[in-house]
């Protein structure tokens, strides 16, 4: 009986030593939880699940332990009790083990790419305030925006734009047969309230991405569906209120996630509105009517009337409204294989051509209405994702998806009685399958990618007066058009040390296309077809050295190509019209473009001190063949056609002869005293065009650019003081092809400009937070290199934000 008696003291003694301990992670400041930290002690890994609880059943108390995650400062606590104990973490400034999985599809290091990659964070995205995923990159830095209208937004990555980057969401590429090459809009479709992150990979992605990655790819992955790890049913709500005070308008959202162990949804909607944008007051003395909004044309008694504007910095023709939806639904089939159904529907209203409704002809407006009808994008995508090694991979991802975009523009001419109507419906249906395989001190990648586009382009001319309809000449070829793109591809890392790391990858790539053209009656094209098939191979070869651990050398060789898409090869007629008397510019199809093929090479060096600063520079020079541009062209040997009523020129996309991009990056950052961080950064380009040995501006290239700030984070309270700023674009500087739309800057190009800007944040608790900013506090009248619209004058932000778990 004794020795029974003391074997249960011992069992109880050792009981208490060895009892759950709980740990709840949330973040300093935010409060909220932590997913995904780690500890690791005697060969166990244990982690914090959704809601941030990380059960430490086992580990021996009192004992010291070290809290680990990729994007928290590390901590070494100690635990010495049974009761649930809640610990926070400091989000990291320099993040030296932050991954990333937009150059390769998986997750990696982004200290083992040779490649520059921007991450935009969560944290960051709510700590910015923007309501367009356009301003988001702005505000960010990352990218020049250009602007035609409130309602949109170009990204610029080292002067490629538009059909040159390549737009990616959750792994489904945006690009489609008709982005052109001009100033697309149609980042304004992806929602940054749903945002998880947004990674942005400069130089060409083409091995990985395929066409259109030459100049980078922007990856935006939205919140994914989050399971419980307990009985019971995890509920995470985020919402918010935001008002904008520079168009008088407004965003709201709300957000769910339903967890359970197999099965997990995720909800989210955001409705936005915006007026009219009210740009600043305060101009260079020089240019004392620059922007300036003088009139607009409203309709009275059924006949168009030029109206004098009583507030000419409020920009009358920019307002607009949207809303989007995400639906995602996710089923862990066991702990190695999760399927994934994904759900996406953006949708705005009319958005009118702002740039277009302030154009003059003999003192009277150009246009009475010119509108994009609204941006429709849907999507659904189904998602495999299998983390189970057998002999040919350790991780496989499929992902299937059909997109449905509808876009349109709508003009009439100032009192005219035809409202003219080009309607695009694109169908896109892609196929992508991406192993990985690691074999010793390689990670290998492979896979395969199926894309096929169809797009059917209408047209018709109303009178508005009596209701009737006639017949117009179409966007695109009238009888349909289609792409189809196949590809496959193959990379390699080697981690042959710590201090050396090569990379390299190959794809081969195939793309048909083809166009027909019904009706002839408008344009008597000297054909009725248009077909293409182009095959490119390209590959990249990088390399990373760190001969001592404060210093990183990557060097990186890659190519990339853009095969001519509908837009570039079949646009039927699109007026580039001009201000004043000039002739307009009329673009014409041509059925012998080549594909374009870059270049590049990059070198980048970054230096850190300690964990607290850290200082990067990179320098890059791409060459472009058969770079296409809009040229002097000629229609049944004739260099002017009669359109639209007006004598115009005639141009076409043509192969130059080549052009070339070179610049140079630079940034720092600095956390000290530990409340206190310094960001800095600074972006210069060049670009010129070859075209039989004459050499021009290559468009896109924006001029010097770049954004410092100051963040103190004490408490409950967090603030950040930042300016941005841009350089001048000189008129010598402008390309002549009319993409960089000298017309809407001063005589002497676009001049530079300064921002002030303050964003104070306060974590009420962890459910509760607000945010106050001021932006262009000083209400300085400026726009972006190549915009359309003024910026924002003095804008006040403000959102309240409620989050529960």
């Known amino acids: 009986m004794l020795k029974t008696n003391v074997l249960l003291a011992i069992i109880a003694c050792i009981s208490s030593f060895t009892h759950a301990q709980k740990l709840q992670i949330v973040d300093d400041y935010t409060k909220q939880p932590i997913a995904n930290a780690v500890v690791v002690q ?12 990380m059960d430490l059943t086992g580990i021996t108390v009192p004992s010291e332990i070290l809290l680990e995650h990729p994007n928290y400062t590390s901590k070494t606590i100690q635990i010495s009790n049974n009761e649930l104990t809640v610990i926070s973490l400091l989000e990291k400034t320099i993040d030296l083990d932050e991954v990333t999985v937009s150059s390769s599809r998986f997750l990696e290091k982004k200290s083992d790419v040779p490649k520059r990659i921007e991450t935009i964070r969560s944290s960051e995205i709510q700590r910015m305030n923007q309501s367009s995923t356009a301003d988001l990159l702005a505000s960010n830095g990352a990218v020049f925006i250009q602007k035609s209208q409130l309602g949109g937004g170009s990204p610029v990555i080292r002067g490629f734009e538009t059909n040159k980057i390549l737009l990616v969401v959750d792994g489904i590429p945006l690009n489609n047969a008709i982005y052109r090459g001009g100033h697309l809009q149609n980042v304004l479709t992806i929602d940054p309230a749903a945002l998880e992150s947004v990674e942005i990979v400069y130089g060409p992605g083409s091995v990985v991405y395929g066409s259109d990655a030459l100049g980078g790819v922007m990856h935006f992955h939205t919140m994914k569906p989050q399971f419980s790890e307990t009985d019971s049913i995890l509920i995470k709500t985020n919402s918010f209120a935001r008002y904008f005070s520079a168009a008088n308008g407004f965003s709201g959202h709300a957000s769910l996630n339903l967890g359970w162990k ?17 740009q600043g007051k305060v101009r260079k003395s020089k240019y004392p009517d620059f922007g300036e909004r003088t009139f607009y044309v409203d309709r009275i008694n059924d006949v168009d009337s030029m109206v004098n504007n009583s507030n000419k910095n409020k920009q009358v023709g920019s307002a607009y409204s949207q809303y989007d939806i995400i639906q995602k639904i996710a089923f862990k089939q066991n702990d190695h294989i999760v399927h994934t159904l994904n759900m996406q529907l953006s949708n705005s209203s009319d958005i009118d051509r702002y740039d277009r409704l302030t154009q003059t002809k003999n003192g009277l407006p150009r246009f009475s209405e010119w509108y994009y009808g609204p941006q429709f994008r849907a999507l659904i995508a189904y998602d495999l994702s299998i983390n189970q090694k057998s002999k040919i991979y350790d991780q496989v991802k499929v992902n299937a998806s059909q997109q ?8 009439r001419a100032y009192k005219s009685d035809f409202l003219n109507h080009r309607t695009e419906k694109v169908l896109v249906s892609t196929l992508l399958v991406d192993l990985e395989k690691r074999l010793g001190k390689h990670e290998i990648r492979y896979g395969i990618f199926a894309k096929y586009d169809q797009v059917q382009s209408t047209a018709n001319k109303q009178n508005i007066l009596v209701d009737t309809s006639g017949s117009l000449d179409t966007r695109y070829p009238d009888g349909g058009s289609s792409m189809s793109t196949g590809a496959i591809y193959v990379t390699d890392v080697i981690e042959i040390s710590d201090k050396f ?6 794809r081969a790539n195939y793309v048909h296309l083809k166009a027909k053209f019904n009706d002839r009656t408008f344009y008597p094209f000297p054909y009725s077809e248009a077909k293409q098939n182009n095959s490119a191979l390209n590959g990249n070869l990088g390399v990373i050295l760190q001969p001592i651990k404060s210093i990183r050398i990557s060097l990186n060789g890659s190519t990339g190509f853009r095969a001519p898409n509908i837009d570039d090869l079949a646009k039927v007629f699109e007026s580039v019209v001009e201000t004043n008397n000039t002739s307009g510019k009329l673009v014409v199809p041509n059925t012998n473009l080549k594909p374009e093929t870059v270049y590049s090479g990059e070198l980048g060096i970054s230096y850190r001190y300690k964990d607290n600063i850290q200082v990067s520079a990179l320098g890059y020079y791409s060459r472009i063949e058969n770079v296409i541009a809009i040229l002097p062209s000629t229609l049944n040997g004739s260099d002017t056609a009669f359109y639209n009523n007006n004598y115009v020129d005639v141009y076409s996309a043509k192969n130059a002869n080549y052009g070339i991009v070179y610049g140079a990056e630079g ?23 070859y075209v039989e040995g004459d050499e021009k501006p290559l468009d896109h290239i924006p001029p010097v650019y770049g954004k410092t700030s100051l963040q103190f984070t004490w408490k409950k309270l967090q603030t950040e003081f930042f300016t941005q700023y841009s350089g001048w674009k000189k008129l010598a500087d402008y390309s002549d092809s009319g993409e960089d739309n000298l017309a809407y800057a001063t005589a002497d190009g676009m001049p530079n400009w300064i921002t002030y800007n303050l964003r104070i944040g306060y974590q009420f608790n962890s459910k509760l937070s607000a945010q106050v900013a001021c932006e262009n506090i000083l209400d300085q009248n400026y726009r972006t290199f190549a915009s359309n619209i003024s910026a924002p004058g003095r804008n006040f932000i403000v959102t309240l934000r409620l989050n529960t778990f």
Request: positive net charge.
């Open 501 to 506: 790391i090569l990379s390299g990858g190959i």
């Open 404 to 411: 449905w975009i509808e876009e349109s523009r709508h003009d």
């Open 667 to 689: 940034s720092i950052k600095a956390q000290f005293l530990k409340h206190w961080v310094v960001t800095s950064s600074i972006n210069y380009t060049q670009g010129r065009v």
């Open 42 to 53: 005697n060969q166990k890994t244990y982690t914090s699940n959704a809601i941030g609880l």
């Open 262 to 278: 197999r099965w997990s949804s995720f909800t989210s909607f955001t409705y936005s509105h915006f007026g009219d944008l009210t």
